[in-house]
């Protein structure tokens, strides 16, 4: 569940700066998922193309929900650092920009995964430093 937790989170948070689409394969290079921008609002589909969520982005907030339009978090951008809350507020997450490479942390602030940016792809680690995904 946390590992599924952290790279929800990365590709979330990644999403932030998504343009028209973007497309996330998992470590063995197979389609994950997309996300589509349109304006201020972004729709998540799965592998076989089902909306998963959407997102608005207003300023530096955005607001996530689920499937059925229930708000599932929100993320707020200060600077190089981007708070991740659950629905009741809770933080959940946070990331921080340092160069060409984000660094995830729970709340606790145990790192649990990077993103880095290498030419036109972004790639996705763990905390161990394993590859968990690509987006291109």
Not at 51 to 61: K, L, P, V, Y
Request: glycine share 12%.
């Amino acid at each position: 569940m946390k590992k599924y937790l952290t790279v929800v989170l990365i590709v979330l948070a990644s999403s932030l700066f998504a343009t028209d689409r973007q497309i996330y394969r998992d470590s063995q290079g197979r389609t994950a998922g997309t996300a589509t921008k349109s304006g201020n609002h972004i729709i998540y589909r799965d592998s076989q193309g089902r909306t998963t969520g959407t997102a608005i982005i207003s300023g530096n907030t955005t607001v996530y929900r689920d499937a059925h339009g229930r708000t599932t978090g929100t993320a707020v951008k200060n600077g190089e650092t981007t708070i991740y809350r659950d629905a009741q507020g809770k933080t959940q997450a946070t990331s921080s920009r340092s160069s060409d490479t984000t660094t995830y942390r729970d709340a606790q602030g145990r790192t649990t995964g990077t993103e880095k940016q290498s030419g036109q792809a972004t790639i996705y680690r763990d905390s161990q430093g394993r590859t968990i995904g690509t987006k291109k």
